[in-house]
C-alpha cells in the first residue's frame, strides 16, 4: 500500500551559519560514527551561485533535533563552485559527490579533512548528470545514485549504480519530463532527489522548481517498486502520479529513534520557513 508523507509538526531551526555565510540552500545531514550528526551544505555571502564555492560544516553533540547544531567550519573549498554535497559512510569512510557537473568525489576518515578522487561515470549520456547527487544503499554489494540532469532538453533524475563507489555505470533515466511539462528552466526543473524506502515501496522526493518564488518550496514525491524507474511527469498526469506536494526546499528525510523528519531550506528573501536556516519538521507517513 503506497502511503502519503505530510508534515507532522511546526518547522524549528536545525542550523544556521553565522561564519562562513548567510543561508544554507542543498545539503546533506549524516551520523558520524562516534554518533554526532553532521550537516555539509551550500553556502555563500551573495547569494548567488556562482559564488557558492565551499560547503559549510555544521554539528550536533546532542540529538539532531535539539536544535543545538554548531558551525564548526567549512569544507571543499577549492576555488570553484561547489554545490548539492551528498554524504555517505562505508567501511569507516565518508564519500561526498557534489556538483556542478562533472560530478566530483571527495573521501574523508573524520569528515574534517577532505581529499579528492578520481570517479568515473560509465555510459552516461550528455548532461544526464549534472548536480544533486544522492547515494543510497541497495544491497550488501549495490550502491545507486540518483543526481539531476537534462534529457532532451527537458529535466530528469538519472540513475547510476557502483559496487565500489568509485565506478558508476548509467542505468537508465529514473524520472523523465517532456515539453508538456509546467517547468521548463534550461537547467532543469527537477532538484535535491532524495529517495525513501519503505515498506518495498521506493517514494522520490523532488524539489521542482525554476527558482521562482512561488514554487521554490515544492518538492513532489513519486512512488514505485522499481528503484530505477519512477516514469514520466508531463503535469497533465499529474494526479496519476505523484503521491503528494510538500512544501520543502531540497528536503533530507531522515530517520531517528523510529521516527521521521523532513529539512527544508535555501537562499534568503524566499518566504522559507526560517531565513537563513535548515529547518526541520516531523514526517508522518499516513
Known amino acids: 500500500m503506497i502511503k502519503k508523507p505530510k508534515i507532522g509538526s511546526e518547522w524549528k531551526a536545525l542550523f544556521k551559519p553565522e561564519i562562513y555565510g548567510s543561508y544554507v540552500n ?3 545531514i549524516i551520523k558520524d560514527v562516534q554518533g554526532k550528526w553532521n550537516l555539509f551544505g551550500i553556502t555563500g555571502k551573495t547569494g548567488n551561485p556562482s559564488d557558492e564555492r565551499y560547503f559549510v560544516h555544521g554539528i550536533s553533540d546532542d540529538k539532531l533535533f535539539a536544535g ?30 557534489y556538483g556542478p557537473s562533472p560530478t566530483k568525489l571527495a573521501i574523508s576518515t573524520d569528515l574534517k579533512e577532505w581529499m579528492g578522487y578520481e570517479i568515473n561515470l560509465i555510459g552516461n549520456p550528455p548532461l544526464s548528470c549534472h ?11 549495490t550502491w545507486i ?6 534529457k532532451d532538453g ?33 537547467w532543469g526543473a527537477f532538484e535535491s532527489p ?13 524539489t521542482y522548481t525554476d527558482c521562482n518564488i512561488k514554487n521554490y518550496q515544492n518538492t513532489l514525491v513519486f512512488a514505485s517498486e522499481n528503484s530505477y524507474d519512477f516514469g514520466n511527469y508531463t503535469g497533465d498526469n499529474h494526479n496519476d502520479m505523484v503521491v503528494t506536494t510538500i512544501p520543502v526546499h531540497a528536503g533530507e528525510i531522515i530517520k531517528d529513534d523510529d521516527s521521521y523528519y523532513i529539512t527544508t531550506c535555501g537562499w534568503n528573501n524566499m518566504d522559507i520557513p526560517i531565513e537563513g536556516a535548515v529547518s526541520v519538521a516531523k514526517l508522518d507517513w499516513i
Open 26 to 28: 542543498d545539503h546533506s
Open 68 to 97: 543545538d547544531m554548531k558551525e564548526v567550519g567549512k569544507v571543499i573549498d577549492t576555488g570553484t563552485c561547489a554545490w548539492a554535497p551528498g554524504v555517505i559512510e562505508s567501511d569507516n569512510k565518508y564519500y561526498m559527490y
Open 131 to 141: 548536480r544533486d547527487h544522492f547515494v543510497m544503499k541497495l544491497n550488501d554489494y
Open 145 to 150: 545514485m540518483y543526481v539531476s540532469g537534462i
Open 154 to 186: 527537458y529535466g530528469a533524475i538519472s540513475c547510476l549504480v557502483s559496487n565500489d563507489l568509485l565506478n558508476w555505470r548509467f542505468v537508465q533515466y529514473a524520472l523523465t519530463s517532456s515539453e508538456n511539462a509546467p517547468l521548463k528552466p534550461a
Open 194 to 206: 532524495y529517495v525513501v524506502k519503505l515498506d518495498n515501496i521506493y517514494y522520490l522526493f523532488v
